[in-house]
């Protein structure tokens, strides 16, 4: 079993840096491939990077790759979001989610779930 927990969110002016943060239990983290999806209002929940646990190899939705990174601390048990350069149309509802298997973009690959945390970007 895996708990996540974020935190992070805010309101930011467009231009701006927000850094989401993860904190998982488990004592099985490192193994784990950890992602982090948004939901805006209206629309479906989307995938936005990725990070594997073996390797730490990354991966990034298009609309986000070059103003987001991805990065994990085994030893806390933290995943993070460092989001750059951020634009109204980020704003959304971040989730961090976690799947002990090699990294995926789909949603339904993933068995765990943290609350999520809210961004707002104003222009």
């Known amino acids: 079993q895996v708990h996540l927990v974020e935190s992070g969110g805010g309101l930011v002016q467009a231009g701006d840096s927000l850094r989401l943060s993860c904190a998982a239990s488990?004592?099985?983290?490192?193994?784990?491939?950890m992602g982090w999806f948004r939901q805006a209002p209206g629309k479906e929940r989307e995938f936005v990077a990725s990070i594997r646990g073996s390797s730490s190899s990354t991966d990034y939705a298009a609309s986000v790759k070059g103003r987001f990174t991805i990065s994990r601390d085994n030893a806390k048990i933290t995943v993070y979001l460092q989001m750059n350069s951020l634009k109204p149309e980020d704003t959304a509802v971040y989730y961090c989610?976690?799947?002990?298997?090699?990294?995926?973009?789909?949603?339904?690959?993933?068995?765990?779930w943290g609350q999520g945390t809210q961004v707002t970007v104003s222009s």
């Open positions: 488990g004592r099985t983290f490192s193994g784990y491939t």
């Open positions: 989610a976690a799947r002990n298997e090699r990294p995926s973009t789909f949603i339904y690959d993933y068995d765990y």
